[in-house]
Every structure is written in structure tokens, then in C-alpha cells.
């Protein structure tokens, strides 16, 4: 797993962050907690999200989907104003047929909203910014 690089949204300066880790990754120049956003695939995706201790925003896209690619954009600002909250996990469904099969993806985009490896929310396609910010923080303050 390939950690990456992620500018602290609050002194600039620029963090590794690993995919996988114990705790919340922090800035190492002010400590103040990092946006994290991993991706994950067939191999991987038990250690990076089901193993989280936060609560985890699943993101099944592709490559060739337009909803995935706005929807992107919207799924990291929420990470960035959640820093420390929450983490985004990015598993591209071209990639990793085992996960889009045991999840039953029929649809991109899809999101999960994992808490301790277990889904405790879903919706399909594409949502306006407003709708998809208030359900990953309707769904995290709920679970927290």
C-alpha cells in the first residue's frame, strides 16, 4: 500500500499518509488531525476499511463513470472539513470484482458508510454537494 501525500488544510505543510494505521494521521507540523483518503482493493480492503477505528465513506467508482467523477470532489471536502472523523476509501469496481460482488454493486457511484466493519449505510448515484454532506455527517454524528 502506497501511502499519499495530503497538505494539512491548516498549516499547509504536506503529509505522507498511510492507507492503513492505528489512531488518526496528524500534521507532523502542527498535529492537528489530516483529511484521510485511501484506496482499497480486493487484497487490501479489510486491513484499509474494515479495520478502521473511525468511521469509513466507501466510494465504488470507475474509471469511465461521469456521477463517480463529480461526485469525487464532493466526497473529499466532507473528508477535509471531517478531518480526524472520518476517512474516505476509494475501491475502484473495475479492479476489484470480489468486493463489487460481495457488496452486490450494480450501480456507480455507490457509498458505504462502514462504522468497525459493518455497513451502516448505503445509497446509490450521484447526489447534489448539500444531500451527500448532510448524509456522511448525519450518518457519523449518529455513530459517534
Do not use: Y
Not at 33 to 40: F, K, S
Amino acid at each position: 500500500m502506497i501511502p499519499t501525500t495530503v497538505a494539512c488544510p491548516h498549516c499547509g505543510k504536506r503529509n505522507r499518509v498511510p492507507a492503513a494505521a492505528d489512531g488518526v494521521p496528524r500534521c507532523g507540523n502542527c498535529h492537528r488531525p489530516l483529511p484521510w483518503i485511501a484506496e482499497a482493493g480486493d487484497d487490501t480492503f479489510a486491513e484499509v476499511a474494515e479495520r478502521a477505528g473511525l468511521p469509513v465513506i466507501i466510494d465504488f467508482w470507475a474509471d469511465w463513470c461521469a456521477p463517480c467523477r463529480a461526485v469525487t470532489p464532493v466526497l473529499e471536502q466532507v473528508t477535509r472539513e471531517l478531518a480526524g472523523r472520518v476517512k474516505l476509501v476509494k475501491v475502484d469496481v473495475d479492479r476489484s470484482p470480489h468486493l463489487s460482488e460481495r457488496f452486490t454493486i450494480k450501480h456507480v457511484p455507490t457509498l458505504l458508510m462502514m462504522v468497525r466493519g459493518e455497513t451502516v449505510a448505503q445509497r446509490t448515484g450521484a447526489s447534489p454537494a448539500h444531500e451527500l454532506r448532510r448524509w456522511v455527517t448525519d450518518t457519523v454524528e449518529a455513530r459517534t
